[in-house]
């Protein structure tokens, strides 16, 4: 039973152009969502997280959203670097703070 | 270099040895989680330290697994008789205050 859904296995967006990566979760007790990027043979980096207070966080080129009620977050990167070429994992954290991580999404910026 | 250290970042082994993994939280962080990582799979969850006191271990974790953290510091993450289905990548996170983790590079084992 996977709690966090990524259904997109891959993304290829033009360099300059916006990428938006995707994410389903289950779990209504999910109350903290984070998105991690991961470069092969390296541990994930955090990148950006929002609280389920609120709809949107933003950080420079990254943007989150969060609709709830559809139980549906997204990630914007915008404008898209080569540098951005990579695994990126939507993850979701219980009170008990243990991380549930989606599959996974590997977005290729074309140059 | 004030992240999370995990060692070693390749262990190759045959099946039925004992490996032992280690991992360096962040200084300051008291929470410390393993994950494991396969093939085309998120990490997934094994279990988590507060301080010393192991407080959760995923159904994952069989018996041939034990993880402990004596003194709140670094942690050993421990593999009786390897199988080959113990090949995947280990991760170390660590966290103050939670929830946002911040993961280590990882251990890759593989079991010949």
């Known amino acids: 039973d996977q709690q966090v859904k990524q259904n997109s296995p891959s993304l290829s967006v033009q360099e300059g152009r916006i990428s938006i990566l995707n994410c389903d979760y289950t779990?209504?007790?999910?109350?903290?969502f984070l998105w991690y990027k991961k470069y092969p043979a390296e541990g994930p980096t955090f990148l950006i997280s929002i609280s389920s207070i609120k709809d949107k966080n933003e950080d420079g080129r990254f943007t989150v959203f969060l609709n709830k009620s559809a139980k549906h977050l997204s990630l914007h990167i915008v404008p898209s670097q080569p540098g951005d070429s990579a695994v990126y994992f939507c993850?979701?954290?219980?009170?008990?703070?243990?991380?549930?991580f989606g599959k996974g999404t590997r977005l290729h910026i074309l140059p | 270099d004030t992240g999370v250290s995990q060692d070693p970042r390749h262990k190759i082994t045959k099946r039925g040895q004992n490996v032992t993994f280690r991992c360096d939280p962040i200084?300051?962080?008291?929470?410390l989680y393993w994950y494991r990582q396969t093939l085309g799979q998120g990490p997934e969850f094994l279990t988590y330290f507060q301080n010393e006191a192991q407080l959760e271990k995923s159904r994952l974790l069989s018996d041939r697994f034990s993880a402990e953290r004596p003194k709140g510091s670094f942690s050993t993450l421990e593999i009786q008789r390897t199988e080959q289905g113990d090949s995947a990548m280990y991760l170390c996170a660590s966290t103050s205050p939670a929830p946002t983790q911040y993961f280590g590079p990882g251990t890759r084992l593989t079991v010949l």
């Open positions: 200084s300051e962080h008291n929470r």
């Open positions: 993850a979701a954290s219980d009170r008990d703070d243990k991380i549930i």
């Open positions: 779990n209504s007790m999910f109350d903290y």
